[in-house]
């Protein structure tokens, strides 16, 4: 069993940026691809970015890119969400997810994940 735990949300400014990190116990990170995904009141969790084990490889979701940055830091075992230029339609919780798979693929849809953090608060004001 992995435990990850997300922190860095907080309210910002339209315009502003945050950035999220998803702390995994142990050394386990460096095995697995990691992803955030989000999920707005009354609207289905989504996909934001995935990167692989390694970190040579990163995906984002159109609503995403050019914007927001995954990265990963294996020695500290931690995961980042680097967002800018944030919207009043980022504005979710967002949680860290991990894939033990031995193949990237890469993994858009959460039923591929096997371990789940708790979840941050983005809000993001206009």
């Known amino acids: 069993q992995v435990q990850l735990v997300e922190s860095g949300g907080g309210l910002v400014q339209a315009g502003g940026s945050l950035r999220l990190s998803c702390a995994a116990d142990?050394?386990?990170?460096?095995?697995?691809?990691m992803a955030w995904f989000r999920q707005a009141p009354g609207k289905e969790r989504e996909f934001v970015a995935v990167?692989?084990?390694?970190?040579?490889?990163?995906f984002y979701a159109d609503s995403v890119t050019g914007r927001f940055t995954i990265s990963r830091d294996d020695a500290k075992s931690t995961v980042y969400l680097q967002m800018n230029s944030l919207k009043p339609e980022d504005t979710a919780a967002y949680y860290c997810?991990?894939?033990?798979?031995?193949?990237?693929?890469?993994?858009?849809?959460?039923?591929?994940?096997?371990?789940w953090g708790q979840g941050t608060q983005v809000t993001v004001s206009s």
């Open positions: 990167v692989s084990r390694g970190g040579l490889s990163t």
């Open positions: 997810a991990a894939d033990r798979s031995l193949t990237y693929r890469p993994s858009t849809g959460s039923a591929a994940y096997d371990y």
């Open positions: 142990g050394r386990t990170l460096i095995m697995l691809h």
